[in-house]
């Protein structure tokens, strides 16, 4: 544990730094784009943060080659250079839309080149544990792999829109799952807690807490795409890395238990569940947004002001209001469904009930503070900058 503390501080501290420089320099040369119509914020802002993420999650992977306890992954490190490579491309296409909004087919395209680079790496879906382990054919699991990285992509990128809420989310969904995974990895892992999973996630972590300083309202760095689709690129990494690490008789034995309990059962399928639920809410706006946008007959990734986030706003939430409502969910919902894991393979029982309890309680008090804004909405009279 230790060692993914020091990932963890390591990441933050270089992050930081780097968005410190990056924030000067834009502001110097001037390297910021307009406000556009979405936009929530009225002053022009650097969009290219994404890069202190990128710097400092590169210097966490550099050094994690060099500590004895991340060996077992770098015995093979096809995978790592496979990361270190599909990072690198969509940050580069980040940045370039970040500064010049390229066409959403190229960035697309691109979302599967960087998908596909790291199947090929070996950091695939190798089965689905459903009913025991359903092996199914290489092919159509590299092609499950691409697909999930690419939705999980966008559906983080989707929600980025005011200022700390994609860098707050995904911070609070990766310490659940960072616990998780290293939960995991002891339960149905083969002979040590070192874990890509868990590194990838420690270095999320890390570089979410660097850049919130500089994030936080008002913001005066955003992630941009460059940022938004890393992250989404190394939390969907991470998820599907604890299939390759995981002992999958052990897990099949778990599922197939017929001497389980029902929350034991329940908690045997948490393994599936939770990596799905970290992402839960991104996955809902990104779902949502492109059922309206086909609907309308545009394309699905055609930009609108009709997110979640948007129309909490509409709703009468101001935007701290609405940014702390999004921490609530997505504490709630991945911290309810990891106590129900935590008491299934462990045998505490009354975790289970305080997860389940957690869980509906949390729900209705964020469906409550959601639904009721704290003020009635009003429309501000628009200064000279919103005026032209």
Not at 59 to 84: G, H, L, N, R, Y
Not at 108 to 127: C, M
Not at 295 to 315: E, T, V, Y
């Amino acid at each position: 544990m230790r060692q993914y503390l020091f990932i963890v501080i390591l990441t933050a501290a270089v992050t930081f730094i780097v968005a410190w420089v990056v924030w000067h320099l834009s502001h110097r040369f001037k390297i910021y784009p307009g406000i556009r119509e979405r936009d929530v914020h009225t002053t022009p802002t650097p969009r290219i943060g994404g890069i202190a993420m990128f710097v400092g999650i590169m210097v966490a992977i550099a050094i994690s080659s060099q500590v004895p306890f991340f060996d077992i992954f770098w015995e093979k490190p096809t995978a790592i250079w496979a990361i270190v490579i599909a990072s690198t491309l969509i940050v580069l296409v980040g940045i370039a839309d970040d500064l010049w909004d390229l066409d959403w087919m190229i960035k697309l395209a691109a979302q599967f080149i960087t998908a596909s680079i790291i199947a090929y790496g070996g950091l695939q879906i190798y089965y689905l544990p459903l009913g025991g382990i359903t092996l199914l054919s290489n092919w159509v699991l590299f092609g499950l792999t691409v697909i999930v990285i690419v939705v999980v992509m966008n559906a983080v990128n989707f929600i980025d829109g005011l200022d700390g809420l994609v860098a707050g989310v995904v911070l609070i969904s990766n310490v659940v799952f960072f616990l998780y995974s290293y939960m995991f990895v002891r339960d149905f892992g083969t002979s040590t807690n070192s874990s890509l999973a868990t590194f990838i996630a420690a270095a999320i972590i890390g570089a979410c807490i660097g850049f919130l300083p500089l994030n936080w309202r008002p913001a005066r760095l955003f992630m941009g795409d460059s940022g938004a689709l890393l992250l989404g690129l190394l939390m969907a990494t991470s998820a599907i890395a604890i299939t390759g690490e995981a002992n999958p008789e052990a897990l099949s034995d778990a599922i197939s238990d017929d001497k389980l309990g029902e929350s034991q059962l329940i908690g045997a399928f948490i393994p599936i569940l939770l990596p799905i639920v970290v992402v839960m809410l991104p996955l809902t706006d990104f779902g949502l947004a492109i059922l309206r946008r086909l609907r309308a007959g545009k394309s699905p990734f055609s930009p609108d002001r009709k997110h979640l986030h948007h129309r909490m706003l509409d709703h009468g939430h101001t935007a701290m209001e609405a940014v702390l409502i999004f921490y609530a969910w997505t504490a709630v919902v991945c911290l309810s469904v990891l106590l129900m894991y935590i008491a299934t393979r462990d045998r505490w029982p009354g975790l289970w009930w305080v997860g389940v309890i957690f869980g509906v309680v949390g729900i209705l008090a964020c469906l409550v503070v959601t639904i009721i804004p704290s003020r009635r909405r009003q429309i501000p009279a628009p200064d000279m900058e919103d005026a032209s």
